[in-house]
């Protein structure tokens, strides 16, 4: 069966810090990667997705970046972090229409 | 441009007490409607996928349907474990990244 391992579960950065938040799919090949933020009352919002190795997509212009260095590593980053980029960051894969989510990641920029 | 409306934002339940939440959608040619669960600082969980007018699909005490205008989760006796936001979601118009309305937070009182 497909996993989705995404980490840490939380984490608390000093404004101007980078940022490394990554996500791995087990079980399955090639597949459709997103990574979404959720701030209290705004809902999901999807910041990148990739459909291949080094295929990304960006959907809100902002600091952060991703990558896809491998089939199914995903990495969100960032080189210097805002107090904005406060948020929940979730990590999902998708064989075909429905996506899975990974736990998420809490993160804090004070 | 593609839209998904949850109402209500938050419902209070008595144990037992059945109800429905809606979702509403603007987006055309639909390739599917995703039911999902949270709960608090976890990841979205994947409950039901709805593809056509008419179609139900069923999981313990939720039944989902859809409309060509939006989708209903209904629920019936709820009991305190059902307590959780429930988020709807559509693919956008070209590829596969879904768009999720804000949700509606469910609390099941006993």
Known sequence: SQTIHQWPATLVQPVGSPLSLECTVEGTSNPNLYWYRQAAGRGLQLLFYSVGIGQISSEVPQNLSASRPQDRQFILSSKKLLLSDSGFYLCAWSPTSEAFFGQGTRLTVV | ?110
């Open chain 2, 1 to 110: 441009e593609d839209q998904v409306t949850q109402s209500p934002e938050a419902l209070r339940l008595q144990e037992g007490e059945s109800s429905s939440l809606n979702c509403s959608y603007t987006v055309s040619g639909l390739r599917g409607l995703f039911w999902y669960r949270q709960d608090p600082g976890k990841g979205p969980e994947f409950l039901f996928t709805l593809y056509s007018a008419g179609e139900e699909k069923e999981k313990e005490r939720l039944k989902a349907t859809l409309t060509k205008k939006e989708s209903f989760l209904h629920i019936t006796a709820p009991k305190p474990e059902d307590s959780a936001t429930y988020l709807c979601a559509v693919p956008r118009r070209a590829g596969t990244a879904l768009i999720f309305g804000k949700g509606t937070t469910l609390s099941v009182s006993s």
